[in-house]
């Protein structure tokens, strides 16, 4: 099946420094991934959508210039948390939509950023 | 804008009961919908989905669900749940396009007692 990873999948920062998380698709390539951010004992909110090769989709609300996405090829993209604060530290999941397969999105394992 | 509601943020049943978790949503178009099972310490896992057709929907590990467009309804039932089936359940949505991303409700928490 497909399968999505994601690198780190825990990560401590001080504040005020950046954070690189990355996510791939291993067997199939990702014409679109998302981005979700996931509080403790909630649910998934969508941040963006990248599709490779353009710029990415934010969602209202969400900082483009804090929350940097690049999708440079079809199984990677990477989410950077600029300046990181305390209030950034959160569980990130990324999940990619295989081209040609209808709608289905496949979900990483997530990244847990703690912020010091 | 698209909304997922479910309605029971916690269900504690026992082995062999039957379960049926609640999802409505908010959308004006078409849309598809889905549930996500998200097991201790493991990533979400698609349960099932609906796209059009039947409205009945077959998934994995024995669940179903049902879409009712009259009462914008897509709940999830299961017949005999098992311990193995304590996990957290996400509904979602997204436009009939399928080409965004998803809305997800708030989750149900089901604890499976033995």
């Known amino acids: 099946g497909a399968v999505v990873s994601q690198h780190p999948s825990r990560v401590i920062c001080k504040s005020g420094t950046s954070v690189k998380i990355e996510c791939r698709s291993l067997d199939f390539q990702a014409t679109t991934m998302f981005w979700y951010r996931q509080f403790p004992k909630q649910s998934l909110m969508l941040m963006a959508t990248s599709n490779e090769g353009s710029k990415a989709t934010y969602e209202q609300g969400v900082e483009k210039d804090k929350f940097l996405i690049n999708h440079a090829s079809l199984t990677l993209s990477t989410l950077t948390v600029t300046s990181a604060h305390p209030e950034d530290s959160s569980f990130y999941i990324c999940?990619?939509?295989?081209?040609?397969?209808?709608?289905?999105?496949?979900f990483g394992p997530g990244t847990r950023l703690t912020v010091t | 804008a698209q909304s997922v509601s479910q309605h029971n943020h916690h269900v504690i049943l026992s082995e062999a009961a039957s379960l049926e978790l609640g999802c409505n949503y908010s959308y004006g178009g078409t849309v598809n919908l889905f549930w996500y099972v998200q097991y201790p310490g493991q990533h979400l896992q698609l349960l099932l989905k609906y796209f059009s057709g039947d409205p009945l929907v077959k998934g994995i590990k024995g669940f179903e669900a049902e879409f009712i467009k009259s009462k914008f309804s897509f709940n999830l039932r299961k017949p005999s749940v098992q311990w193995s089936d304590t996990a957290e359940y996400f509904c979602a949505v997204n436009s009939g396009g399928g080409a965004d991303g998803l809305t997800f409700g708030k989750g149900t928490h089901l604890i499976i007692q033995p």
């Open positions: 999940s990619a939509r295989e081209g040609g397969v209808r709608y289905e999105q496949y």
